[in-house]
């Protein structure tokens, strides 16, 4: 059989096992899909297979072709396997859109027609044609994941593994990523994909898996439902603390955000939704004075943001950032925690309680680099909540989280809430959105569309069609 | 920084750029240097071109006032006497300005795959115009990533745009520091990224990108030509 063979596959930092003596195949042709909780091991298991040295020591064999990945050169092992990864940012080669996609193509040395087909397709497939000359840096989370997607199915790997490649995309997003693995089959290639939730992608897969201790089980594809709780009501008075008025902001590309209203009160929850590139970093980015308006204004309990500076903004606003990666900053896990509360001269204390929130307080030594995307998400979180901000920002927080982890993460976000505190978060994911959401705002093309609590846009099918949204789980039973 | 908005074939961009230093460092005449500050901010339409030259103000307040003061001993003086020639100081400071204000331009007008495109076919070898795009790439790069470790600190109460100097240069060590991490991990990253997407330095690799001059590109090296020309024939050999 001409597929992927793995035997044996041993893999620990330090003494603990990560893979415990996996074995597994893959044909050509086939889709798997594999899931766990978080720091079970996908991305240590999507790196193995890829042949990428994580830092950790390997045991077993991953063989393709008769050769053994595990023992290969990168440069053997990329003809027959590519990988998509979690932090796909670090993939991204080209400065602009259409560089990127090139840059792979011209070192396969095709032919310039071959690789301007091949452009067009990726460009039509991902939508990404209006941004073929925009400087990667310019887009979004989601539309760099459409990107980076792009530039690897390209290259026409025999095997594909993809690393939570859904965690930045919007609904549209999903459903071109299905239709790339369906086309991938039909194409006789493999594809392995590791995720926390496959939402979207049921259909697709012949095989799944759940990775638990270090082992494979084999499992039904149906995503984990989650308890769809209602939100509390609460009675007490709610005053205006967000008000943004005639909002208009303009990058070198023109207009991102227009005429946006908005406004958000003490103790509410708002999830800010809407496809990729619709302007959503943008809008949040304006609540803590990191973007200045280019018309209209934005007052943050009571003061217009024009007057004060980022730093002065953060004693009432913290900002959870999209990408943890980038914004990571400090050496362990606990000078990361500890610096916006020790800048707001706040005592220790708010960061080891905000530590243990986030079920951080036993790494507080390690480095942050060290932990896992749903670690270093957690940790962002953390550091914000330290500084016991009056309004609290969270960008795609369920990035790289599983089922347990959003459960804290909720009970944390009602709990803020009953606190008389605000929360705005801005998601692709609708379950989360209904559960926790007091108000639903969609945005679409930089206009706010609808503003309503999240049953009256969530639920309705045409909706959900028209602003591109992930439809939840299930419909209308709660 | 969005993309240039002229067409103008990325060669004619790189020798657009060394005969505009040739006319500066030749010229002795302020209407010149006023020319090469103002020509980009029209072409470009851009006008924080010329708050950009702000971050360069202690360079060019240095220069006034060493060329000013300093001059007299200088071993390229022409003029006799050590009272400061303040004339000759702010002439040094416009022409350094005029230096910045077409780095800049070229900078805004090109990018880094224009610019190995441009190199390696006016005759340099690959590798070495590779060199000079990644190096290009990695500054932008870097831009982004300041950005980044800024807005993660300032978001969390590190202030870096109000307070004392002195508590200001303080707090920017709370962005260096992680941005000197950030570069050096940005290699690693960057070779993985290369490895990914099948580069090899010694394999063949198909050139997508191809330039073609046009009449219009034709035309812009006819006056670059004549105006080094005559810069030199005016100021330098004084034959005009």
Not at chain 2, 2 to 23: C, E, N, Q, T
Not at chain 2, 165 to 192: D, G, H, Q, T
Request: hydrophobic share 45%; aromatic share 8%.
């Amino acid at each position: 059989m001409r597929g992927m063979r793995v035997r044996g596959l041993t893999c620990s930092y330090g003494s603990d096992p990560v893979l415990d003596n996996l074995s597994f195949r893959v044909s050509r042709g086939e889709i798997v899909g594999i899931t766990g909780h978080s720091g079970c091991g996908k991305t240590t298991l999507a790196h193995c297979l890829a042949g990428i040295k994580a830092g950790c020591d390997v045991k077993g064999e991953v063989i393709v072709d008769g050769i053994n990945v595990l023992e290969e050169k990168p440069s053997v092992i990329t003809k027959r396997i590519n990988i998509i990864m979690q932090n796909f940012e670090i993939q991204i080669f080209g400065l602009t859109v259409e560089d990127d996609i090139v840059f792979g193509l011209e070192n396969l040395d095709l032919p310039h027609d071959d690789i301007e087909k091949r452009l067009e397709w990726a460009l039509k497939t991902f939508k990404l044609e209006k941004y073929r000359h925009y400087r990667i840096s310019e887009l979004s989370g989601g539309l760099k994941q459409k990107v980076v997607i792009a530039s690897t199915v390209i290259l026409d790997p025999e095997f594909v593994i993809m690393d939570d490649p859904t965690s930045n995309l919007d609904w549209p997003g999903v459903c071109a990523l299905k239709s790339i693995m369906s086309w991938l089959k039909s194409q006789n290639k493999g594809v392995i994909i590791l995720a926390r939730r496959i939402k979207g992608l049921e259909e697709v897969l012949d095989r799944f898996y759940v990775l638990e201790g270090g082992r494979l089980k084999a499992a039904k594809a149906d995503c984990a439902v989650s308890s769809l709780k209602k939100i509390p009501k609460l009675k007490c008075e709610r005053k205006p603390v967000v008000g943004v008025r005639d909002l208009w902001f303009k990058y070198s590309q023109g207009y991102i955000l227009k005429n946006v209203h908005l406004r958000v009160n003490s103790s509410e929850v708002v999830t800010i939704m809407g496809p990729n590139g619709s302007g959503k970093t943008t809008l949040v980015k304006h609540l803590n004075g990191l973007l200045k308006p280019t018309k209209g204004s934005v007052e943050i309990m009571g003061q217009n943001v024009n007057t004060m500076s980022t730093a002065e903004m953060a004693k009432y606003v913290a900002f959870v950032f999209q990408d943890p990666d980038r914004h990571i900053t400090n050496n362990t896990v606990w000078e990361e925690a500890a610096f916006g509360c020790r800048n707001l001269g706040l005592p220790d204390d708010h960061a080891k309680r905000a530590l243990s929130m986030m079920g951080l307080a036993d790494a507080i030594k390690m480095s942050p680099y060290a932990l896992n995307m749903g670690g270093k998400t957690r940790l962002s979180i953390a550091s914000a909540l330290a500084t016991d901000p009056k309004i609290l920002v969270l960008d795609e927080p369920t990035t790289g989280q599983d089922a347990k982890t959003l459960e804290v993460l909720k009970n944390t976000i009602l709990n803020l809430r009953s606190g008389g505190k605000t929360i705005v978060v801005v998601t692709h994911d609708s379950d989360f959105a209904l559960e926790i959401s007091d108000r639903v705002v969609v945005l679409h093309s930089g206009r706010i569309v609808a503003d309503s609590v999240p049953d009256e846009i969530l639920r309705k099918r045409k909706f959900l069609e028209a602003f591109e949204l992930e439809p939840p789980l299930r419909r209308g039973d709660r | 920084m969005g993309r240039p908005r002229l067409v103008v074939d990325p060669r004619v961009k790189v020798l657009a750029f060394f005969a505009s230093m040739i006319i500066i460092f030749s010229a002795t005449d302020i209407t010149v240097y006023i020319v090469f500050l103002s020509l980009p901010v029209l072409l470009f339409r851009r006008i924080e071109m010329l708050r950009k030259l702000k971050i360069m103000l202690p360079a060019i307040v240095v220069a006034f006032v060493l060329w000013s003061t300093l001059y007299g001993w200088s071993i390229f003086h022409k003029f006799s006497g050590t009272e400061p020639e303040i004339s000759i100081g702010g002439f040094m400071a416009l022409r350094l300005m005029s230096i910045i204000m077409v780095s800049l331009a070229f900078v805004y007008s090109i990018t880094p795959r224009e610019l190995v495109t441009a190199l390696s076919s006016l005759g340099m070898p690959y590798k070495t115009s590779l060199l000079v795009g990644l190096s290009f790439r990695h500054t932008l790069t870097m831009s982004d990533e300041y950005k980044a470790i800024k807005e993660a600190q300032t978001s969390r109460g590190l202030e870096l745009d109000r307070g004392s100097l002195l508590a200001r240069i303080k707090n920017y060590k709370f962005v260096l520091l992680p941005l000197l991490v950030r570069s050096i991990e940005n290699a690693e990253k960057l070779a993985l990224a290369m490895q990914l997407r099948f580069f090899d330095l010694e394999g063949k690799r198909t050139r997508f990108f191809k330039l073609k001059m046009t009449i219009f590109d034709y035309l812009i090296i006819v006056v670059l030509i004549s105006a080094v020309s005559l810069a030199i024939l005016h100021y330098v050999l004084r034959v005009i």
